[in-house]
């Protein structure tokens, strides 16, 4: 999502600075859009006056954000907006050290998949000061059709692992939906149609479908990583009786030895089998 993201950045006038991680082909693309690499995150911090981040997981959050290398090159004043599917926890963590360095911190996950990133029609669940929400707000809108302020740092990230764990349980319900459907000879095209129209649609039922009933499962938003946001909202839980969430966790899991790496609608080809 990062990639489509940051080319909305260029298309709207932004300057943007980058680094290569481990793929060039996203570096290349945005060199050749008109951003400006740099040698390292480090230099890419330092030539930054908003710093945006969108990591796989808190792991990368800690481990790049409060790296010697970017602290560092944290200036006072500095926002950072901190955009990853990670835990409450980690957010309020990376949060209270770029604070103590004088850095402003927007908590600010998103939703609406790698389409939403293309369109630029993605949600924004920001967590953190109003006036710091203010002071990014045409950095967000280039980006994102809804903002949505949620609270204080962690508000963010607490209600993105509602919305995963949402999603998650969505998708295995939608493949069951898909291999009855198919069971009873129903004609996909017909049960969307109806559906969408009657009280058991969902916005995955709609736009997951078709990949279903194709077994298209080309890597969008990947399972792996599905599997690790019904984990957080899971493990935020804690004692409180999730047996849904628990549930599509489990089978997240099973699917994620031999799917991890294909879209999460990928929960459906043992269903649909």
């Not at 604070?99 to 939703?111: C, I």
Request: hydrophobic share 45%; with cysteine; glycine share 10%.
């Amino acid at each position: 999502m990062g990639l489509p993201m940051a080319q909305n950045l260029i298309k709207n006038g932004f300057e943007l600075h980058i680094t290569a991680n481990r793929n060039r082909i996203p570096v290349d693309l945005l060199a050749g859009a008109g951003a400006t690499e740099h040698s390292s995150v480090g230099e890419v911090v330092s030539h930054c006056d908003v710093l945006i981040t969108i990591l796989p997981t808190d792991r990368e959050m800690e481990s790049v954000l409060l790296s010697d290398e970017v602290l560092s090159s944290v200036k006072p004043g500095m926002i950072l907006i901190e955009m990853t599917s990670g835990s409450p926890a980690m957010m309020k963590k990376v949060g209270a050290v770029y604070s103590a360095k004088g850095a402003q911190v927007l908590d600010g996950p998103v939703s609406g998949g790698t389409i939403g990133a293309e369109q630029g029609t993605l949600t924004v669940m920001a967590g953190g000061e109003t006036r710091v929400l203010e002071q990014v707000l045409p950095i967000l809108e280039a980006m994102a059709k809804n903002i949505y302020p949620v609270g204080a740092i962690g508000a963010g990230k607490a209600i993105k692992a509602i919305n995963q764990m949402l999603a998650g349980i969505h998708m295995v319900a939608s493949a069951e939906a898909a291999a009855l459907a198919e069971k009873l000879g129903v004609d996909s095209s017909v049960l969307k149609q109806v559906i969408g129209s009657s009280s058991g649609a969902s916005w995955m039922f709609m736009n997951k479908l078709d990949s279903l009933t194709n077994r298209n499962f080309n890597p969008g938003f990947k399972l792996s990583l599905m599997k690790k946001d019904v984990q957080i909202a899971v493990n935020e839980a804690a004692d409180l009786e999730l047996p849904l969430a628990q549930a599509a966790l489990e089978m997240y899991k099973s699917a994620e030895r031999d799917s991890g790496d294909l879209d999460f609608s990928a929960i459906g080809k043992s269903i649909l089998s």
